[in-house]
């Protein structure tokens, strides 16, 4: 057992280490983030009642337009290397190795996603009640989308020109957290009960978690070995 | 019975058997699609509301019938390949993906043109149509992922993996659409749902609904038999029959 | 029952017509395609399966 849990943590501790030594692909997808919505404002209209009214689902699909972005380095730069092959032919089961590495990356893509979130809502002037939602909704949903997306990013990562075709794959896969993400915002902002469909949403990303590692694993078995 | 599993799972001996199939399900789909196009456009009664436009249901309903059914059928071919290995059921993977994308564009195209006189637009975001839109985004993955890898074996694979994925999400995506839908209905539209049918006009629906069905499993037969000509064409059958043609 | 009382009324079909003919003509079309193009793929590698048998059988004759 405890090498097990030895590994999990020897992977996310690594995967972090490395991300650390490439701080500026860190900031790439805030910059992506933050540039996405000072172009709604330019956009559509700087009045402050019509971006609030629009905010929640900007801001959303702004976080998950950057969390896509970033997808591409889950597997990609330790399969160029070789680790990944080396990680699957360790002795632990893959899934959970997977596991480890979805939630190194999220620690570094999708956590910063939702710390900025509020600075943004502040920008759209994003209603007070509005602010809890969109960050509890965000700590679940962009979970959601690196574990669904680790599916896709393991499907391409031997093609080596995966990006849009792996946008194109999860993407379909995002719908149910957005809507349920955006009405949370939403019901907040009116004044009614979001629990539910927060409820909803935290139901989807189980479910992602449960399917996610398993799926990604046998992917890169398929992706690599075939 | 294994032994059975086994012949099935041979591409040579699905070939040799789905031929004998062939002539008949053309016959069949051909024979009931006429009719059931003749019957609606001509015989069926117009509805009260609707008008003539109402006609278009007959191709519209068959269309999305199977739009999803056949990613279902997608699904379930990957995981047979996939749980035992079938070279066969990879095949009719691959062969169900094009099919099955191209009924969903049908079904969506003669869903937006029935709009225009029903609801005076061609596009609107109501539930069923965006969940329709969502499928032909999941097929168009799986089209572009199975075209994407280098051998046929690994595509398949790969496209099975994603297919599974994707049939687990279909019912939350379905239902998490129909949610947002009921959120954000428009006051001003209207919609009437499935117009009340009258037996008049629900037999030529059940004959398209079968002849849909006839001509998907042709078509799904004649895409697996491509799909195993073009892999095993370096074996001495595909050679001599090619040679015999 | 024939629901027209002319041909001419068939065709219009009270105003509906363009909207029910395009989507019955470009369904129908969409689908007599896809039951054409495996065939015209089958025919195409027949060809070429049979082209490079001839290739190799005048290059075994030559010799």
């Known amino acids: 057992m405890t090498s097990l849990s030895g590994a999990f943590f020897a992977v996310i501790q690594r995967d972090l280490a490395i991300a650390m030594r490439h701080r500026g692909d860190l900031l790439n997808p805030l910059f992506f983030f933050l540039i996405v919505v000072t172009l709604v404002p330019l956009g559509i209209s700087p009045e402050p009642a019509r971006l609030a009214a629009i905010a929640p689902g900007m801001i959303w699909i702004s976080a998950l337009l950057a969390t896509l972005l970033a997808l591409d380095n889950l597997f990609q730069a330790d399969f160029d290397d070789g680790s990944l092959v080396q990680l699957m032919l360790s002795p632990q089961p893959l899934w959970l190795l997977v596991l480890a590495k979805i939630i190194a990356h999220w620690l570094v893509t999708g956590l910063p996603v939702v710390l900025f979130s509020p600075l943004l809502g502040l920008m759209l002037s994003l209603p007070q009640a509005g602010f809890l939602p969109l960050l509890l909704g965000l700590v679940l949903g962009t979970a959601m989308f690196s574990l669904m997306g680790a599916v896709g990013a393991a499907l391409t990562v031997a093609l080596h020109k995966g990006s849009v075709l792996l946008s194109l794959l999860v993407m379909p896969l995002y719908v149910p957290v957005l809507i349920f993400g955006t009405s949370a915002v939403q019901r907040a902002v009116d004044g009614m009960n979001y629990g539910g469909v927060m409820a909803m949403l935290a139901a989807v990303t189980a479910f992602s978690l449960l399917l996610a590692p398993f799926a990604a694993a046998g992917a890169l078995k398929v992706g690599i070995n075939g | 019975m294994w032994q059975w599993f086994h012949k099935l799972g041979s591409p040579r001996w699905f070939y040799d058997i789905s031929g004998k199939f062939l002539p008949w399900l053309a016959l069949a789909s051909v024979v009931l699609i006429v009719t059931g196009v003749v019957w609606g456009l001509a015989f069926a009664p117009q509805d009260a509301r609707q008008g003539n436009s109402f006609r278009i249901i007959y191709i519209h309903v068959p269309a999305s019938f199977l739009a999803l059914a056949g990613y279902y059928v997608m699904a379930a071919a990957g995981a047979v390949g996939m749980i035992w290995k079938m070279k066969l059921a990879d095949m009719v993977m691959i062969a169900a993906a094009p099919l099955g994308a191209a009924l969903t564009f049908i079904a969506l195209f003669t869903g937006a043109i029935w709009g225009k006189p029903t609801w005076g637009t061609y596009w609107i975001w109501d539930a069923r149509i965006t969940s329709m839109l969502v499928l032909l985004f999941l097929y168009i993955g799986i089209i572009a992922l199975s075209r994407s890898f280098s051998t046929r074996e690994t595509s398949a694979r790969a496209c099975a993996i994603l297919a599974l994925v994707g049939t687990v999400n279909i019912p939350i995506i379905y239902k998490s659409v129909d949610w947002w839908y009921t959120l954000h209905q428009p006051a001003t539209i209207k919609l009437t749902g499935a117009p009340s049918m009258h037996p008049d006009m629900f037999k030529p629906l059940l004959v398209m609904i079968l002849g849909f069905y006839c001509f998907y499993a042709l078509v799904l037969l004649l895409n697996t038999r491509t799909e195993i000509l073009q892999r095993e064409r370096r074996t001495n059958w595909v050679k001599e029959l090619a040679a015999g043609k | ?63």
Not at chain 3, 14 to 26: C, K, L, M, Q, S
Not at chain 3, 52 to 59: D, F, L
């Open chain 3, 1 to 63: 029952m024939f629901q027209f009382e002319s041909f001419d009324a068939f065709v219009a079909m009270a105003g509906h017509g363009p909207y029910v003919w395009a989507a019955y003509g470009v369904s129908l079309a969409i689908m007599a395609w896809l039951a054409v193009l495996p065939l015209r793929r089958q025919r195409a590698l027949f060809t070429e399966l049979r082209q490079r048998v001839q290739a190799q059988q005048q290059r075994g004759e030559g010799k």
